[in-house]
């Protein structure tokens, strides 16, 4: 559990790195963002057959960190639409 916390920690700030402009999301938001990042590879990496869902493995890793990047994204958009 303490591992899969701090694979979401990274995979989070990765994703913030890799999400252009400044976000403005704390680091519980990072967290949460890059476990549901981390689900979703490790899911899509179950199917394709390379692990199970927590297991690490660089499919489930690339697909957790390009998820992440796209739920950066979308909580960046929301929380702009929600400001306005």
Not at 67 to 80: F, I, K, Q, R
């Amino acid at each position: 559990m303490v591992g899969f916390i701090i694979a979401g920690l990274v995979i989070g700030a990765l994703a913030r790195l890799f999400t252009p402009g400044k976000q403005k999301l704390g680091l519980l938001a990072t967290l949460l963002l890059g476990l549901a990042g981390s689900v979703i590879g490790g899911t899509i990496a179950a199917v394709l057959g390379t692990g199970g869902i927590f297991d690490l493995n660089l499919i489930g890793f690339v697909v957790a960190v390009i998820s992440s990047v796209m739920l950066v994204g979308t909580a960046e958009s929301l929380a702009a639409k929600n400001k306005n």
